[in-house]
């Protein structure tokens, strides 16, 4: 800061000398009139080179600085000195002015010089008599007189000089120090820009509030401060949020409990962290994480809350996404599996708790899987999501509509009576609303469609020894076999979980793994029953499975094979069925007894994408003649992918194996297959043949079956041929074979070779 003194005093000495030169021309003029014409002529010339040499030097500003000073104050000093001499002590003022003018223009020591030179001066003067110099009541001798004299000039121009020369010397410190904090501030300013330039540029939102020490909470925080990603995320302008609470970005669903935790710990000061749903400006939801930091003052007391946000709208979206694929269900968006046996869990539970009754109900939409094959995938989840649509407005919003996978939903009713026969009354009218809505036809692009409902439910808690380890799987079940139960009788009804109901399942699930053990341990056996022609002779046979006991016992095969087909072992179950019909050819050939044979193909067998390869392969492996197999599948084959199944039935033709339509009659109403298939032989169903003769209309479908049968030179075979009166009755209309227990029953093959080889009617293939 010395260089800015030094202008200043360079200011300073420019304004005093053009004061001091126009003041002193001022003056001068009549000074130097008054002194002429008092003959004072010495004060004359004084005033008038002054005057010149004022002017010079104000004129020369080329002259440093110092040199102009120098000669300012030696006409201040030579106009003392003379004036000392001819006017007397009231000009000791023009030198004292010396040493103070100094002391302002040039510094302490130049002043300390020229108060010595002043002092001095003033000193010798005082020896001069003409000087006028004189103390009342003091002798007059020349030391005495000026000691004491330039003793109180220099004391009071010393106060003077000093005190100036100080002042300006604190002055300079003062200038110095402030220079020093000039720069600190400087790079606070500039950090404190650079701070606030990034701040308002940052992503994340940022909130400055001043606390209103006279409110408390967060109520009492008013904005001041907020930057730009605030802007852009809230629609809000600076100018519309300053001097507003915190609270202005909160809404109707905002969460009261975490609102309350920020307050608790604003009320303490503390720094807080939290997860808020905040409104834009135009009402649009989104969620930030919030951190909340207080600043406090000298004093320790806070005066400032700085929140710092960042918006996880997308996260918490991803958040709820994934929590919904856990636990809801894409297509109806109700509550999945995973979900559903949470709250039986729970539902299980509280019931036990406050000893209410609550139903669990399964409920499976009767033919849906026709309509989805049929019509596509897009009616299908159109068909499903009406049906969840209308499951849900007829739930309180204390129940559960779920949906467990395909066209199956459960149905949870919590609560519904503290008495067994009131909730299940209750259960049962809820059930009865339920069938009555989904029985309703939907209109899916134009197109009406209906699907009912079969409904199985159960009761829970279960009293006595059936309540002990109950479980959510157990109720699902439960409810799951009550369903089936709805669709065994019938389907779109209502049925109630038995106990007996769960033996039956459970005497399936026996059968089941007895059934696949048996086939494991090769106890299972082909029987054969005869099929002859109008003469009584032996010309095939069809092989029949059969199940033996150890104790001798059968398992009827009406038994035993739809339970095959539901677990799927009817696959295995046919491969090995056909292995034993090729064995059964080469064991008749071998005894010189080659006929054909029959054996039946379920359509879970016949549809396998390899069923062609596993037949060639099961040739190729046995030896057997292809020629000597006839394959007997149902009309209900035909339902499903017609186009498909003949395309497969010609590749299994071209191999040599023949065909038959058993239960003919019975099943698929079109007749236009029978010109498409490469068909070998229809099979009259029992049911037509156990009525005839006597029943007319029995009779005329048998004598419609052979005519049509004959027109398209089709081998026919009659089955259940029990009396002598239905044989002459289908002999007379011409029926090719009969096939019955009138003739043979089943028997093993070693049995039936046994008694073809002691007869001598058999006839060839």
Not at 124 to 153: R, W
Not at 323 to 337: E, I, K, S, Y
């Amino acid at each position: 800061m010395p260089n800015d003194i030094a202008h200043w005093r360079a200011q300073i000495f420019a304004k005093l000398l053009l004061v001091v030169f126009l003041l002193g021309s001022a003056t001068a003029v009549p000074s130097v009139l008054l002194a002429a014409s008092e003959g004072l002529w010495s004060i004359v010339v004084i005033d008038i080179v002054a005057l010149l040499w004022l002017a010079g030097i104000w004129r020369l500003r080329r002259l440093p600085y110092t040199i102009r000073v120098l000669n300012f104050l030696a006409v201040a000093f030579i106009v003392g000195i003379g004036l000392l001499l001819k006017v007397g002590p009231v000009s000791q003022i023009y030198l004292m002015a010396v040493p103070v003018l100094a002391a302002l223009l040039l510094g302490l020591r130049p002043a300390l010089w020229t108060l010595g030179l002043a002092g001095l001066a003033v000193m010798v003067v005082g020896f001069e008599q003409n000087s006028k110099l004189y103390i009342e009541g003091m002798p007059d001798y020349g030391f005495l007189k000026a000691a004491i004299v330039t003793i109180n000039f220099m004391f009071m121009t010393a106060v003077l000089t000093l005190s100036c020369a100080v002042l300006l010397q604190h002055l300079a410190r003062s200038f110095s120090e402030l220079q020093s904090h000039q720069a600190e501030l400087s790079a606070l300013n500039a950090e404190l820009r650079l701070t606030s330039a990034a701040v308002s540029r940052l992503n994340d939102m940022v909130l400055i509030a001043e606390v209103d020490q006279e409110g408390g909470g967060e109520a009492a925080q008013r904005i001041i401060f907020v930057n730009e990603a605030f802007e852009r995320r809230t629609g809000y302008r600076r100018g519309e949020v300053l001097g507003r609470s915190l609270r202005l970005l909160q809404g109707p669903d905002t969460e009261t409990a975490v609102l309350a935790h920020i307050e608790r710990a604003m009320a303490r000061s503390e720094a807080v962290r939290a997860e808020l749903l905040n409104y834009t400006k135009s009402g649009e939801p989104y969620w930030v994480e919030t951190e909340l930091v207080p600043f406090a003052g000298e004093g320790g007391v806070n005066t400032h809350w700085v929140a710092v946000e960042r918006d996880i709208t997308e996260r918490k979206k991803s958040q709820d996404d994934i929590h919904r694929l856990a636990f809801f269900d894409v297509l109806t968006g109700l509550p999945n599996r995973r979900l559903l046996m949470d709250r039986i869990d729970k539902l299980l539970a509280s019931s036990e708790r406050g000893a209410t009754y609550s139903a669990v109900m399964f409920i499976d939409l009767d033919r849906f899987k026709t309509i989805n094959d049929a019509r596509g995938h897009a009616t299908g989840d159109a068909l499903l999501c009406n049906a969840a649509a209308r499951l849900s407005q007829l739930m309180r919003k204390a129940d559960t509509v779920a949906r467990i996978g395909g066209d199956e939903f459960v149905v949870l009713l919590g609560h519904l009576a503290h008495d067994l026969h009131a909730a299940t009354h209750a259960a049962l009218t809820v059930a009865e609303k339920i069938r009555v809505a989904i029985g309703r036809d939907v209109e899916i692009e134009g197109q009406s469609y209906n699907s009912t409902a079969s409904i199985g439910v159960t009761m829970l808690p279960k009293s006595g020894d059936a309540a002990e380890g109950q479980s959510a799987q157990d109720l699902l079940r439960e409810a799951d076999t009550a369903m089936y139960r709805a669709k065994a009788e019938g389907r779109n009804g209502i049925a109630f979980f038995e106990t007996a109901m769960q033996a039956e399942v459970e005497r399936r699930l026996t059968l089941e793994r007895d059934l696949a053990a048996a086939l494991a341990a090769g106890e299972l056996q082909m029987h054969v029953q005869a099929q002859v022609d109008r003469t009584g002779r032996t010309v095939g046979g069809e092989l029949l499975m059969r199940w033996p006991l150890a104790g001798g016992d059968m398992v009827p095969p009406n038994v035993f094979i739809p339970v095959a087909e539901e677990s799927g072992l009817i696959v295995e179950l046919g491969a090995w069925a056909l292995r034993q019909a090729c064995e059964a050819v080469l064991r008749l050939a071998q005894a010189g007894l080659a006929m054909p044979l029959s054996v039946n193909v379920s359509p879970t067998q016949f549809r396998q994408a390899d069923f062609v390869e596993v037949v060639q392969r099961t040739l190729a492996d046995t030896g057997a003649p292809a020629a000597m197999l006839v394959l007997e599948v149902t009309e209900g084959l035909l339902i499903d992918k017609m186009d498909e199944t003949i395309a497969r039935m010609h590749q299994l033709a071209a191999l040599g194996l023949r065909f038959s339509i058993d239960d003919f009659g019975t099943g698929y109403s079109s007749l236009a297959y029978l010109k498409k298939m490469p068909l070998y032989e229809l099979k009259i169903d029992r049911s037509f043949i156990m009525d005839t003769p006597d029943d007319a209309n029995s009779r005329a479908l048998v004598q419609s079956i052979l005519a049509m049968a004959g027109h398209l030179g089709l081998r026919v075979v009659a089955e259940g041929v029990e009396t002598q009166a239905q044989a002459d009755f289908l002999i007379a209309n011409a029926c090719a074979c009969m096939q019955g227990y009138l003739y043979a029953r089943p028997m093993p093959l070693a049995a039936l070779i046994e008694r073809l080889q002691s007869n001598t009617a058999v006839a060839a293939a």
